[in-house]
């Protein structure tokens, strides 16, 4: 079964030009996220998958400081190393860029989009906290 995708048009930004105090558009991350993680036979495209991963990179620009504000109530210290071994791993990840080899770009680009999902949470609950 081949699973057609749309693109649709996701504002990529970078870290340079966000403010961590603005509210962060879950909904649009977790439409893009819910794309890429979608089931599919065939492995996409090189020029979708650099589409997905130029959504990862915006996403992860606007999640990233959010996570580095500080927050109002501190988070336990094994929450705070979570957060800062997988922001660790976020911009390893996207500084290294996909493989070469299709199957594990594509293994990389799910894994990133799992790691964006799990940072929109975590973003939108220090957020609320933070309210």
């Known amino acids: 079964m081949t ?3 749309q693109a649709h048009p996701f504002q990529v ?11 962060i558009d ?5 439409e893009s996220v819910s794309v890429i993680l979608e089931p ?3 492995p996409p495209s090189v020029a979708l998958r650099a589409l997905w991963m130029s959504w990862l990179s915006g996403h992860f620009a606007l ?3 959010s996570l580095s504000a500080p927050p109002r ?3 336990e210290a094994r929450d705070g190393q979570l957060i800062a071994d997988t922001v660790d791993f976020v911009r390893g990840a996207l500084e290294r860029g996909l493989p070469e080899e299709s199957e594990a770009a594509y293994v990389q680009l799910q894994e990133l989009a799992r790691t964006c999902r799990f940072l929109l949470g975590l ?3 220090l957020y609320q ?3």
């Open 3 to 5: 699973v057609l995708v």
């Open 13 to 23: 930004v970078s870290e340079v030009d966000v403010d961590p105090g603005l509210p």
């Open 26 to 30: 879950t909904v649009v991350i977790s």
């Open 40 to 42: 599919r036979e065939l």
């Open 63 to 65: 999640l990233l400081p």
């Open 73 to 75: 109530h501190p988070p």
């Open 123 to 125: 973003a939108s609950d």
């Open 129 to 131: 906290d933070n309210q």
